[in-house]
Each structure stands twice: as C-alpha cells, then as structure tokens.
C-alpha cells in the first residue's frame, strides 16, 4: 500500500494551526522573558515558570509518536495488558518524588553530569555527557525519521524536503525561546496530542455501536484477558515482564533523564516539583492507556475482518494510519487531527532533546574545554549555537537514512549506548541517597 492517507484543505489547515500555535507562544513566551538574557532563564525558566506547562510538557516529551501508532497496534492483536505499562511509568515518577528529586532539585546543578563528577572525578563527568550528547542526537534521529515516513504517506511533499523543514523549524524555536519557549510549546503539542487519541477513540466507539458492544466484542476475542502472570521470560506479556521493564526503563528515561530534572528544577518550590512529578505520572498513564484502549476499540471494529488477513494492509503499524482513512468522510479534519497528533509527539521530543543538549554540552564539554573567560553573552551565544548546530546534525543525518528504512537499527545502536548511562546514574544515586548525601556534605 503506497499510500494510506489522503488530506484535504481541512487537515492542512489543523495541521498548519498547530504548528503556529506551539511555535508561537513558544517564541513569544520565550524571548519575552529571555529579555534579561541570563543563562539561569534560558535553561531553568529563572525557575518560576508555572506547575501545569511543565506537567503537559513532561507528557509530551515522554511519549513520542510511536505511542500514538504502535501501542493501538499492540494492543490490536494482544490486548489489554499493556495498560501496566502504564503502571510501571507511574511507578517510575513515583520514584522520582520519593528518592531523586529530594537529592536533585537542592543541588541545583546547570547539568545534571556534574553530579557524577562529584561522586567520581571529572572524567566520568565527560564520558557520560559525551554519551548522552551522542544518545540523543541518534534518539532525535530515530524519531523525527518515523514521523516524517508516517506523514509523506498523506502530505505530497518530499521527504528531506519536509524532515529538514521540521527540523530547522523546531531548532529555531529552541534555540530563540529557551527552556520556557520548549515548555510552552509542549504545552500545546500535548494538547493536540490529547485530542488525537480521544477524538479518534470517541468516534469509533460510536461507529461500533456504544462502549457495551465494544466491551463484549473484545471480551470475546479475549482482548480483555490481561492477568497474565506467567513468569516465564519467554512469554510476550505478562504483568511481571511488563512492570519490571517500564519501572527499571522510568529510572532511565524519567528519574535519571536531565530533560525531566531540567523541568523540576524550573518550578519554585520544592514541593511545586513533587507535585509535578506526580501530576505527569498521572498524565503519562491516562494518555498511554488511552493509546491502550484505542486499540481495542479498533479490534471491535474489525474483529470479523482483519486488515492484514484481508490484505488491506501490509504491516501491522499501517494499521492505525489504515483506521484513520476509513473514518475521513465521517468528520471533515479527521485525518489533520491524527497527523498533527504525530507531529506533536515528534516536535516536542525533539525541542526538548535540542534544548537539554545545549545545556549539557555547554555546562560540561563548551566550558571546560574552551580556555575563555565566559561572560553571559558568551554562555548565550554558545547555547544557541549549540541548539542550532545539533538541529543542522540531525537535518544531515535524515539524508543517511532512505524514506523506506526502518529506525530498528539505529534504536539497537541507541540502546546500548544509553543502557551505560543510567545505571552508572542509578547507582550513584543509590550509594549516597542511603549514606551521606552530596547536599549534606554541601558541595
């Protein structure tokens, strides 16, 4: 199938609406208040920027476009029991309330590596960063890679053309609005990201004929059959295989990820950035279980008539795009609402990986291996020199990869250069948590 979405002048237009909307008050909120041009508001808001942009923010760099496609997939043909997956991230910011942010938030650090040179010395400082820089730069790959492959299917536009478009576009945001314009837009993004899933969800339900029907056809299939506790590593989902993997994974990606402390530290107050941790566990589970549920939802519509039995679809991941156009004629933008949902979830991954990688190379490779005496025109014009050229990194790196191609091979590569990180983050954490912390020693 060469094509499976069409767009018409409506789903331009929601599109083209929520890119002017999140880069907008992106920019206007972060060069309004970038006025007094200090590196503690570019990268931590001055820390008074409020509770709820950094909650909606959190959910947006989270999750990115794959939860919008693959999950409904997953839980097309395997069921409910990816809603622990859900658990296991709530559980993942309930460690980040309980144990890490009373030792980060206090510390203050502009990068969160400076924390391994305290616990080490400064060569583990550097590696780590190194590390990181070059984890995300291939992570950003991989994502604005499966967006722009999912949205040339409907938009006649060429590949490079639109995956370099997009990354310019959110490298100049980045770099113009700071940490409080990457807050923002997310917001927004997050917003469109909301709408995507229980837009599309509301609809079908309807079509299938209310959420009773739905509920018995998926009781029938046995989609609803999630107690599965085989224990068995073997075994595709069980609650224990499903619980251990995305709590351990939340200690990398939530609790030890510098884009995640970056945003707590924004807040005012202590106890502001407990509650936005527990706030975005909340968030985070609600929208991935509604990804869960989507897919479900879509079972009960074609339980009798299977897409890939009938050959209407070649992949398993073509399904979601597949369901989509055979709800377009029924409300007019459908299919603008799920692409931008797509979109969102690939801009605010990205924004948010530019932005925390200009305040890790400047804190920890820019500074102490550039011999000058920064003044904080210096420190400004570094960081956004850094956004701008990681931006230009990945726009190259899109041109390494064709349109058809996979991003299974650079995830591969990807995980084990981000699997060193955050166990060498957990267990220094670990070490001084329980014995003398670095704050009461007062670093």
Not at 257 to 270: D, E, G, V, W
Not at 390 to 408: C, D, R, V, Y
Request: hydrophobic share 45%.
């Amino acid at each position: 199938m060469t094509e499976i979405l069409t767009v018409d002048w409506v789903d331009y237009t929601i599109l083209v609406l929520m890119l002017i909307l999140s880069t907008g008050i992106g920019l206007y909120k972060g060069i309004k208040s970038n006025r007094s041009n200090t590196i503690e508001e570019y990268l931590f808001g001055s820390g008074n920027v409020p509770i709820i942009p950094v909650v909606l923010s959190n959910m947006a760099s989270t999750l990115s476009s794959v939860m919008i496609v693959l999950i409904p997939s997953e839980s097309y043909y395997y069921g409910a029991q990816l809603l622990f997956t859900s658990v296991g991230d709530f559980l993942g910011y309930l460690l980040l309330y309980y144990f890490f942010l009373p030792v980060f938030y206090f510390m203050k650090f502009t990068s969160l590596f400076e924390y391994l040179e305290q616990r080490f010395d400064k060569t583990t400082r550097f590696l780590s960063s190194a590390v990181f820089t070059i984890s995300q730069i291939l992570y950003s790959l991989v994502i604005m890679h499966s967006c722009c492959v999912a949205i040339i299917k409907a938009i006649p536009i060429p590949f490079y053309v639109l995956s370099s478009s997009l990354c310019i576009l959110s490298a100049l945001y980045t770099a113009l609005g700071g940490l409080r314009g990457v807050i923002w837009s997310d917001t927004i993004q997050a917003v469109f990201m909301y709408i995507c899933i229980f837009t599309i969800t509301t609809v079908t339900i309807y079509n299938v004929g209310g959420v009773s029907t739905v509920i018995d056809i998926a009781h029938k299939g046995g989609r609803f059959d999630a107690f599965n506790f085989d224990p068995s590593p073997f075994s595709r989902y069980s609650i224990m295989s499903l619980l251990l993997y995305t709590t351990f994974f939340s200690v990398f990606k939530v609790c030890a990820n510098p884009a995640i402390i970056q945003r707590h530290l924004a807040l005012s107050k202590y106890n502001s950035a407990r509650r936005a941790a527990l706030a975005s566990g909340i968030v985070i589970a609600v929208l991935k279980s509604g990804a869960v549920i989507f897919g479900i939802v879509i079972y009960a519509s074609y339980h009798d008539c299977d897409p890939i039995l009938s050959k209407s679809i070649e992949h398993t991941d073509q399904l979601v795009p597949y369901h989509v156009m055979k709800l377009k004629n029924q409300i007019p933008g459908l299919t603008g609402i799920f692409l931008a949902g797509i979109l969102s979830a690939a801009l605010s991954s990205l924004s948010t990986s530019l932005n925390t990688l200009a305040g890790v190379v400047y804190g920890d490779l820019a500074k102490p291996l550039i011999p000058i005496k920064w003044t904080n025109n210096h420190s400004n014009l570094c960081i956004k020199a850094i956004v701008i050229i990681s931006g230009l990194i990945i726009t190259a790196g899109m041109f390494t990869l064709k349109k058809s191609t996979g991003g299974f091979q650079v995830r591969h590569y990807l995980l084990h250069l981000q699997v060193l990180l955050p166990d060498l983050l957990y267990s220094c954490l670990h070490l001084d948590y329980f014995g003398e912390s670095l704050t009461q020693r007062q670093l």
